[in-house]
């Protein structure tokens, strides 16, 4: 496992970013997308339809992502995983600590249900009640989930030997990595 600091052994085109809600695996994609020059494709917008139903088109269109040859998305949904690792040249794990994430997840979900903010195709944050309601509840969800990819990327890592995982565990380590190894890179 590679820390913040540590050179990566090539310049990335296809990266794979895991994390929990709230980790700030979105906003790092992006980031790294745009520093790189590589496309990035959100998950949830290929996978969320109309009134949070899954695209009908989620599995072919994350066929043709994983066979391009450029691309940064996130390490999410069991028929994508698979496919992203095993195509992918870099794994970053955005692994803050847990207080961190929920109240990122907390605020995160207020804000766009407050502001009626739009999310992907359409859709938009329910009311805040259903928390106690919805054992899918985006907070719940980031409760229940908060301990997978201390599990899952070590199985990564044995699977994969030749792929380098990069760990970050704060958005100082994120920013670190970002400026001093991918900066130089572009």
């Not at 992907?120 to 969800?141: A, C, Q, S, Y």
């Amino acid at each position: 496992m590679l820390s913040a600091t540590d050179p990566l052994p090539a310049r990335p085109s296809r990266v794979a970013i895991a994390g929990v809600s709230g980790s700030g695996k979105s906003t790092l994609a992006r980031r790294l997308a745009a520093l790189l020059d590589l496309p990035h494709t959100e998950m949830d917008a290929l996978f969320h339809g109309p009134g949070w139903t899954k695209m009908p088109t989620f599995e072919a269109d994350v066929d043709r992502l994983v066979a391009s040859d450029r691309w940064v998305c996130e390490w999410q949904y069991d028929y994508a995983r698979p496919l992203i690792q095993a195509r992918a040249d870099l794994l970053v794990w955005v692994d803050p600590p847990f207080p961190v994430t929920l109240t990122r997840v907390v605020r995160r979900t207020v804000r766009r249900r407050v502001r009626r903010e739009e999310l992907w195709n359409g859709n938009r944050e329910g009311p805040l009640h259903t928390f106690f309601t919805d054992p899918e509840h985006i907070v719940r969800w980031a409760i229940g989930t908060r301990n997978l990819y201390d599990q899952r990327i070590p199985v990564v890592a044995a699977e994969r030997p030749d792929l380098p995982i990069v760990r970050l565990a704060s958005s100082r380590e994120s920013e670190r990595w970002l400026t001093e190894v991918v900066a130089p890179l572009a």
